[in-house]
C-alpha cells in the first residue's frame, strides 16, 4: 500500500501561483504513477493530471492544459502540481492519488488518496 499527504494549499488571487506537494509512504519500493484530481465545492472529483513512475509521460485535463505542470521525485517519494495563473474556477480540494502500473485519467484506476488540501482562488 501507499499512503500519501498533500500539502501547499491556500487561499491565492487570480493569476497567483501555487505548489502542491504529495509525501508519498509506505511500499513506495514498486513503481506507482500519482495523478492530482480535485472537487470543487458541490460536484464530483475530476482529473486534472498524472504522470507515470519515470516521469516521461504526463496527462492534463484540458481545463488546466498549459498552466499546471505535475512533477515527482522519487528520491524522495514525493509528487508535485505547479498551478500557475489560477482562476476562481479551480478553486477546489485538491487530492494526489496513486495506483501501481501505468498511469490513468480517471478517479477509478486509483487505489491509494490523500485527505485532501484546499485551493481557493479569489476574483
Not at 493569476?15 to 502542491?20: C, K, Q, T
Not at 506507482?32 to 492534463?60: C, D, H, K
Not at 481545463?63 to 482562476?87: E, W
Amino acid at each position: 500500500q501507499v499512503q500519501l499527504v498533500e500539502s501547499g494549499g491556500g487561499l491565492v488571487q487570480a493569476g497567483d501561483s501555487l505548489r502542491l506537494s504529495c509525501a508519498a509512504s509506505g511500499r513506495t519500493s514498486r513503481t506507482f504513477a500519482m495523478g492530482w484530481f480535485r472537487q470543487p465545492p458541490g460536484r464530483e472529483r475530476e482529473f486534472v493530471a498524472a504522470i507515470n513512475w519515470s516521469g516521461g509521460i504526463t496527462s492534463y485535463a484540458d481545463s488546466v492544459k498549459g498552466r499546471f505542470t505535475i512533477s515527482r521525485d522519487n528520491a524522495k517519494n514525493m509528487g508535485y502540481l505547479q498551478m500557475n495563473s489560477l482562476k476562481p474556477e479551480d478553486t477546489a480540494v485538491y487530492h494526489c492519488a496513486a495506483r501501481y502500473g501505468a498511469h490513468r485519467d480517471s478517479v477509478a484506476w486509483y487505489d491509494y488518496w490523500g485527505q485532501g488540501t484546499q485551493v481557493t482562488v479569489s476574483s
